[in-house]
């Protein structure tokens, strides 16, 4: 090469990176069945032949997409609640401006995780499905900490969950918390995607107010006192 310069290849890891960026991008502007391998390639600035050597398939692309920010995302509500240590509020508050933050610094991905993977049938859905049900076990794990509080008087644990009684709440023993866990979590879903569609929205705000919302009920739980129905 003229003036003895070499170009230097990049690690494969970084292409891929590029690669699975580029097709987040598009997966999330027009869905996976009107994504094309060509649009993917053209973004990350390789050719169409070499997405298919390196990540496959339209399919196994948008699954490893798919699995790529779920990941991503757990790993970040994780690292937002890494003191176990504090009082189950911080915690818990902790954990949803983790998510909030994330979802609001990389749009692309929450909507392939909030939208395309559900629309899109199996696989797709499965693996969403997955994501929901760690974030879940996680956010239950919080709020069944011993340590945190919730699982004060009344509330009995077994096998790393804790549930109410089940003559006052109507389930088994052990379901209390996973129930409370997946109506948080469906909660969070439900404002990201509203937070995403509201200018001027923060994740701290987002977060404050579901924060409000829930911890009426969960910091009433602390202190055993629950509404039974008639």
């Known amino acids: 090469m003229a003036d003895g310069v070499k170009v230097r290849r990049l690690p494969r890891v970084v292409r891929e990176r590029q690669m699975m960026d580029a097709a987040v991008t598009?997966?999330?502007?027009?869905?996976?069945?009107?994504?094309?391998?060509?649009?993917?390639?053209?973004?990350?600035?390789v050719s169409k032949p070499l997405v298919y050597l390196y990540l496959g398939s339209k399919e196994e692309l948008f699954t490893a997409c798919i699995r790529r920010e779920a990941g991503a995302l757990l790993a970040?509500?994780?690292?937002?609640?890494?003191?176990?240590?504090?009082?189950?509020?911080?915690?818990?508050?902790?954990?949803?401006?983790?998510?909030?933050?994330?979802?609001?610094d990389h749009p692309d991905a929450?909507?392939?995780?909030?939208?395309?993977?559900?629309?899109?049938?199996?696989?797709?859905?499965?693996?969403?499905?997955r994501m929901r049900e760690e974030i879940a076990a996680f956010v239950a794990g919080l709020?069944?900490?011993?340590?945190?509080?919730?699982?004060?008087?009344?509330?009995?644990?077994?096998?790393?969950?804790?549930?109410?009684?089940?003559?006052?709440?109507g389930g088994g023993v052990g379901r209390g918390v996973d129930a409370l866990?997946?109506?948080?979590?469906?909660?969070?879903?439900?404002?990201?995607?509203?937070?995403?569609?509201?200018?001027?929205?923060?994740?701290?705000?987002?977060?404050a107010t579901l924060m409000n919302f829930a911890w009426a009920g969960l910091g009433n739980l602390v202190k055993s006192e629950r509404w039974s129905p008639p």
């Open 26 to 45: 598009c997966f999330a502007r027009h869905g996976y069945q009107s994504a094309s391998m060509d649009e993917i390639a053209e973004l990350a600035g």
């Open 76 to 104: 970040a509500v994780a690292a937002g609640v890494e003191d176990r240590s504090r009082p189950a509020d911080e915690q818990l508050w902790a954990g949803l401006l983790a998510f909030f933050t994330y979802v609001a």
């Open 110 to 129: 929450w909507v392939v995780l909030s939208r395309r993977a559900w629309t899109q049938g199996e696989p797709f859905a499965g693996e969403a499905s």
């Open 143 to 169: 709020i069944g900490d011993v340590h945190g509080g919730v699982a004060g008087p009344g509330v009995e644990v077994r096998g790393g969950g804790a549930g109410p009684d089940p003559d006052v709440h």
């Open 181 to 207: 866990a997946l109506a948080l979590v469906g909660a969070a879903e439900s404002l990201a995607d509203w937070a995403a569609e509201t200018p001027g929205t923060t994740a701290r705000d987002t977060a």
